[in-house]
């Protein structure tokens, strides 16, 4: 099985320890500090205010939780939701599309029902089996991106598996279908700690079309060594090298991305609060462990995030906190539509099924 070549170690970059000694404040500087701080809290207010959140009714079909969306993307009237397929369990492997239109018409009017249609996914199984042979255990796929008619996939794999997989197929409307190529089966490594441990349950949740090329992030971006992104021409073969783009250190999950032009990006920065996820919390110096703490414990926590491309790397801002009803979500998708972003998780969350949110601008 052709494989990426072996990794080059990143230059890694080290800070000198500094110390700095602040003399006694002045009431000017006092006075500037307040409005400092004045000013923050009127844009963090102003942030948790930019977007008014609409849930959708989704039809009872895609509404069960079995689905387990990982992945949305739009891909011109179409919003395709992705399952995570998970074969290993009999699922079927699928992706729904719903028509825009009819979710417009519902925005407007909560009565009118969204249509939909499904495409099959054809040709997962054999590729699941190669995995599995090269001891690479098949979890379910994790995320969607078009480039033209081209469908990207990623597969999630076990914890102990070294790699995750990146899928190539071909979709065709007419025929309700998404047809996998064989031969295109593209080990990507994970990136591990430092003893060279995985992280747990963690994979290439986020994928994305970039001027023609495909960009995919690992859920985990807080290593103390090296964070980068994976970059591939959307026409490469198996056997070519990825380009490496190192990514600003960012705290807890990232489990979608969506391009939208200009170098910019959105994604979802999650949190979950239980001990499963303790390789996800971040230390006390960290100004981001206040977000995620609740009392002596934690709680979830979900906010979107704006990356920007820039000088051959990826730097980050928060961009909007989701408010308190929507925290507890387990969102693994996202699109952008008319300025604003469609959100569903997998199962996980207070519904107990799939629920799809729009993030409308105000």
Known sequence: MPIFAPLRPLRRTTFPFTRSFAPRMLPVKRLALLSLLALSTTLAAAQKSAYSVQPLTLPQELAD??????????????????????LQERAEAKVYAVDLASVDAQLRDKSVALRYRKYAIRGLEPLRARMDSACQHYEGLEAITLVDNTVYLTVETTTPSAYGYLLRGALDEGGGSIT????????????????????????????TSYNRDVLLLFEYNYFAHDNYAYRLPAGAATHDVPHFVPVARLPFRLTDLVYEGNNRFVGINYFYKGDDDSEYRTPAEDANTKLIQAGTGYKN?????????????LTWKPLFELPAEYQSYNLEGI???????????????????STLLYLQKK
């Open 301 to 313: 926590y979900s906010r979107l995030i704006r990356l920007e491309y820039k000088k051959d790397r």
């Open 180 to 207: 996998l190529e064989p031969k295109y089966l593209v080990p990507v490594p994970k990136p591990a700690l430092t003893n060279g441990a995985h992280i747990s349950n963690a994979g290439f949740e986020a994928l």
């Open 65 to 86: 939780k079995n689905n387990q969306f990982s992945g949305l993307y739009r891909h011109g009237n179409q919003l395709l939701l992705l399952s995570e397929s998970r």
């Open 335 to 353: 699109a952008a539509y008319n300025g604003g972003y469609f959100l569903i998780n997998d199962k996980y969350g207070p519904s107990n099924q």
